[in-house]
């Protein structure tokens, strides 16, 4: 199994910026592509970023495309989310997930995100 710890979730002014962390441990050498989603009250959880793990391939959905950044630290088994000219449409929970090369796929306990206008 893999286990998830999201962190840097927080309040911010519309236009601000927010860094989110997710750490794996566990089976990390199994990891195929971390990920993070999020979900706003009353909404489907949304894809947010993609990154596979080994070659570095980003994906975006697109109501994130060019504000928001996501990154990896192979050596910390860790996946950032650098998110800035943040908005109140942006504010959710946002989740970390990860998909093994099994297909196995394991979430963290999400973060929350609040951006006030």
């Known amino acids: 199994q893999v286990q998830l710890v999201e962190s840097g979730g927080g309040l911010v002014q519309a236009g601000g910026s927010l860094r989110l962390s997710c750490a794996a441990s566990?089976?990390?050498?199994?990891?195929?592509?971390m990920n993070w989603f999020r979900q706003a009250p009353g909404k489907e959880r949304e894809f947010v970023a993609a990154i596979r793990w080994s070659s570095g391939r980003m994906d975006y959905g697109d109501p994130v495309k060019g504000r928001f950044t996501i990154s990896r630290d192979n050596a910390k088994d860790t996946v950032y989310l650098q998110m800035n000219s943040l908005k109140p449409e942006d504010t959710a929970v946002y989740y970390c997930?990860?998909?093994?090369?099994?297909?196995?796929?394991?979430w963290g306990q999400g973060t929350q995100v609040t951006v006030s206008s």
């Open positions: 997930n990860v998909r093994t090369v099994e297909g196995s796929m394991y």
């Open positions: 566990g089976r990390t050498f199994s990891i195929y592509a």
